[in-house]
Nanobody, 118 residues
């Protein structure tokens, strides 16, 4: 099992920045990748960003490209999401995800609320 704990959410004005962190513990050795998803009220959970440990490749949802940056430390089993130029439509609960193997759904954190006011 893998336990994930997110932190860093909060309330920010449009145009502002926030940095989310996610620390993994438990069976995390050789995890395949870690990432972030978000879920706004009344909407389905959607992909935001992911980092693959082997090679360090990253990918992003089109809606956040150029504004959000994912980074991480595999040795510390920690992933970060730097969010800049935040918009009200970025308001959501942000969830950390860790996959031990490609193609699996992985493990989820409890989520952290991000609210962007206009």
């Amino acid at each position: 099992q893998v336990q994930l704990v997110e932190s860093g959410g909060g309330l920010v004005q449009a145009g502002g920045s926030l940095r989310l962190s996610c620390a993994a513990s438990g069976r995390t050795f050789s995890s395949y990748d870690m990432g972030w998803f978000r879920q706004a009220p009344g909407k389905e959970r959607e992909f935001v960003a992911r980092i693959r440990w082997s090679g360090g490749s990253t990918n992003y949802a089109d809606s956040v490209k150029g504004r959000f940056t994912i980074s991480g430390d595999n040795a510390k089993n920690t992933v970060y999401l730097e969010m800049n130029s935040l918009k009200p439509e970025d308001t959501a609960v942000y969830y950390c995800n860790c996959r031990l193997f490609f193609g699996t759904s992985g493990f989820w954190g409890q989520g952290t609320q991000v609210t962007v006011s206009s």
